[in-house]
């Protein structure tokens, strides 16, 4: 049986999005999905149980998401197993692939490539989206898709999810390249922030999550993956990019200045914007 686990914080607005995607045309005993919502004051665990099986809702009261992954690989029984953030969209066959994938054993931590939507977005956001797609990063998955499988020897890496910003980045730092696998064949669609000040926000919660992993677990950084800045330079041989790199470069320079302002504990930023469902 393959197991997914999906943390939740006031997702009731495109929770049925997500659970849809992932449940219609599941057969008998292939799949379990918790739902794990953390702190929710909305209605996300009510329209989560209006699935009913294979969809397992916990409730928890505390607002965390590393919380709500330990708690919600305590409850899953089985393998592979996939984790999924509880807005984007990934489907029962991408599921499938994806767990097939892991089940070959040569590779023990996999995800889809991200389909960026922007429907409804800025025309900064899209400039900024456009460069991107231009990154290493993002062809070497597992942090921007919104979705990681684990096989069970590559779970086994490490005991549970530490209290850190970047639950991606950590579980990508345990494998190296051998070992990972960004699935060409396969795509979970991330929505994005429509206006360029929440997107600045998201891009330093990145930035955060990043310091925070260099800072606590240096011994890792050499499976982190390769830097965009070779990717960037080789793009300004396009004239007609410019402008969109110009944008590109001040969403992270800003969002990078905003990191550093950061003291104390973060505050996770919930972006409402790209969670309207039209």
């Not at 910003?165 to 699935?183: A, H, M, N, S, Y």
Request: charged fraction near 25%; proline fraction near 4%; hydrophobic fraction near 40%.
């Amino acid at each position: 049986m393959i197991s997914v686990v999906v943390p939740a914080h006031n997702e009731g607005s495109v929770i049925a999005r997500t659970l849809v995607n992932m449940v219609d045309g599941a057969e008998p005993d292939e799949l379990e999905v918790v739902v794990v919502c953390n702190g929710c004051n909305d209605n996300t665990a009510d329209v989560a149980r209006k699935f009913g099986p294979p969809v397992r809702v916990i409730e928890s009261e505390i607002a965390s998401k590393v919380h709500a992954l330990n708690l919600g690989d305590q409850a899953a029984s089985g393998f592979p197993r996939i984790y999924v953030d509880a807005d984007v969209v990934f489907t029962l066959e991408a599921i499938r692939t994806l767990a097939s994938r892991l089940q070959i054993g040569d590779v023990l931590l996999a995800a889809p490539s991200p389909s960026v939507e922007l429907t409804g977005c800025s025309s900064l956001v899209r400039a900024f989206y456009e460069i991107r797609s231009h990154m290493p990063s993002v062809r070497e998955g597992v942090g921007g898709s919104g979705v990681y499988g684990l096989s069970k020897a590559g779970r086994s890496r490490f005991d549970k999810f530490p209290s850190i910003v970047g639950d991606d980045i950590f579980v990508r730092g345990q494998f190296d390249k051998e070992e990972r696998e960004t699935l060409q064949s396969i795509t979970s669609t991330v929505f994005a922030p429509r206006r360029i000040k929440e997107l600045i926000a998201i891009r330093s919660r990145i930035y955060y999550g990043n310091a925070e992993f260099a800072r606590l677990y240096p011994y890792l950084r050499k499976n982190k993956g390769g830097g965009n800045y070779r990717a960037l330079v080789k793009l300004l041989r396009r004239p007609a990019l410019w402008a969109k790199i110009g944008i590109y470069v001040y969403v992270n320079l800003r969002a990078a200045a905003k990191c550093r302002l950061r003291s104390g504990t973060f505050v996770w930023y919930h972006d409402a914007t790209s969670r309207s469902v039209c």
